[in-house]
């Protein structure tokens, strides 16, 4: 964990640090396999039915998305979206 984390976590609480690096992941995630698509915001928006600006915060960490949400990007993407039942947490990821 950077020097950071480490510090914000003394703050605010480890699991509140993992839980942002987590939805960083997922967001990351999703950039990659848009692009990878060559598809613009807009087209995945209109694509899972959602507002441009909706995949733009997401994208940026601005806000968290909802499972409703993941799953509607997701199916826009074509790949599956797994949460992995195991006790790691840095198994939740969409996989391709």
């Known amino acids: 964990m ?3 984390f480490e ?4 703050m605010r609480g480890e699991q509140h640090v993992q839980n942002l ?4 992941k997922i967001a990351a995630q999703i950039k990659t396999h848009r692009q990878q698509q060559k598809l613009s915001q807009q087209q995945l928006a209109d694509l899972a039915d959602l ?9 940026a960490s601005i806000t968290s998305p909802k499972v409703d ?3 509607q990007i997701s199916k826009a993407l074509n790949i599956p979206f797994i949460i992995d039942g195991t006790a790691d947490q840095k198994d ?4 391709t």
């Open 69 to 71: 949400t993941l799953l």
């Open 7 to 10: 510090r914000y976590a003394k």
């Open 51 to 59: 507002p441009k600006s909706t995949i733009g915060r997401i994208e």
């Open 21 to 24: 690096q987590y939805e960083g």
């Open 92 to 95: 939740i990821f969409l996989k």
């Open 2 to 4: 950077s020097d950071f």
